[in-house]
């Protein structure tokens, strides 16, 4: 767990990057909030708050007496909205350091090229 950041967002993170990785499929049940504070050493009133926000944003759903499953049309949502946080987090930063530095589009994508070569030659995985 990172120090810096809610322990329930992180819940909430861990279960998206399950449902982004395929291990939780739509229509799967997710661990109950006991198993995730069990797993997590955590309170469970803190898993449950992780497990809600999943709820609001429509990632997973209560099944009332049954559990909570993955809903339909989840693993887009979660990587829909982690594509514009990427954008907003990561990529208009580099682009504006980039512009600082006299760097151009061109020459910006093609550092990105590079490092994308090499992080192939690791253990690091990217998407082609």
Do not use: W
């Not at 229509?27 to 803190?46: C, K, M, V, W, Y």
């Not at 949502?77 to 982690?82: E, F, G, I, N, S």
Request: a negative charge; glycine letters at 6%; hydrophobic letters at 45%.
């Amino acid at each position: 767990m990172d120090e810096t950041r809610p322990i329930f967002v992180q819940v909430a993170e861990q279960i998206e990057n399950q449902i982004l990785a395929g291990l939780l499929a739509e229509d799967a049940q997710i661990p109950s909030t006991n198993e995730l504070a069990g797993f997590l050493r955590i309170n469970p009133a803190t898993a449950l708050k992780g497990v809600n926000m999943l709820v609001d944003a429509g990632i997973v759903e209560k099944r009332r007496g049954i559990g909570m499953f993955v809903t339909s049309g989840a693993r887009e949502r979660v990587a829909d909205r982690r594509r514009r946080s990427f954008a907003d987090e990561f990529v208009r930063p580099l682009i504006v350091e980039a512009s600082t530095l006299g760097i151009d589009a061109d020459q910006l994508i093609d550092l990105v090229r590079a490092e994308c070569a090499a992080a192939a030659n690791t253990d690091v995985r990217i998407a082609s």
